[in-house]
């Protein structure tokens, strides 16, 4: 199976920051990621996928980038409802995996 | 709008087998591109996908759980299963049932998860 990497594990921000999360595979995968979000007893819901493309509905201060083995999320401006879990997932294989998480916290 | 509710035991037993239903609506698993997943969580921890059946009755399954996996579907009654042998308390999590749909542009083709059921707390007791 692909293996994804996150990091950091978890961070601590404040409202207004800029924060950028990284995922990497441990094969090439293209563009073939998705970036979800979860809070705390909800079901993760999308936010990008294949890459770049944000989910509809989704606030634009939240885009990806990278391919190949490298990736990234960025929330240009944290809002308070963006303090949650974030996982990304490559859809490159039809055994899709999860990366671990990065929890952003209130700092 | 579309919606996904998963059913089954709260409770299993180690070694016994465990059934889940989701039952869905707002859309059809006839439709072209669309699929049906069981993706679980145990708490604390990452999802882990599981399974997936197609439109067009094609199933995947996880390579680390295939021999234990079964998924099938009821179209007229807008339902999937999955049956999942042998259980074990490391088992536990959150089953979810996951709609995912194709992104599809010049002969790229992309699989994401776009509705998510609320999830059902499977435990396995010892």
């Known amino acids: 199976d692909i293996q994804m990497t996150q990091s950091p594990s978890s961070l601590s921000a404040s409202v207004g920051d800029r924060v950028t999360i990284s995922c990497r595979a441990s094969q090439t995968i293209a563009s073939y990621l998705n970036w979800y979000q979860q809070k705390p007893g909800k079901a993760p819901t999308l936010l990008i996928y294949s890459a770049v493309i944000s989910e509809s509905g989704v606030p634009s201060r939240f885009t990806g980038s990278g391919s190949g083995t490298d990736f990234s999320l960025t929330i240009t401006s944290l809002q308070p409802e963006d303090f949650a879990t974030y996982y990304c997932q490559q859809a490159y294989s039809s055994s899709v995996t999860f990366g671990p998480g990065t929890k952003v916290a209130v700092k | 709008q579309v919606t996904l509710t998963e059913s089954g035991p709260a409770l299993v037993k180690s070694t016994q087998t465990l059934t889940l239903t989701c039952t869905f609506s707002g859309f059809s698993l006839t439709t072209s591109r669309l699929s049906v997943s069981w993706i679980r969580q145990p708490p604390g921890k990452a999802p882990e996908w599981l399974a997936r059946i197609d439109w067009d009755d094609d199933s995947y399954y996880s390579t680390s759980l295939r021999t234990r996996l079964t998924i099938s579907k009821d179209t007229s009654k807008n339902q999937v299963v999955l049956t999942m042998t042998t259980m074990d308390p490391v088992d536990t999590a959150t089953y979810y049932c996951?709609?995912?749909?194709?992104?599809?542009?010049?002969?790229?083709?992309?699989?994401?998860?776009?509705?998510w059921g609320q999830g059902t707390l499977v435990t396995v007791s010892s």
């Open positions: 996951v709609r995912g749909s194709i992104f599809a542009s010049g002969g790229y083709y992309l699989h994401y998860f776009d509705y």
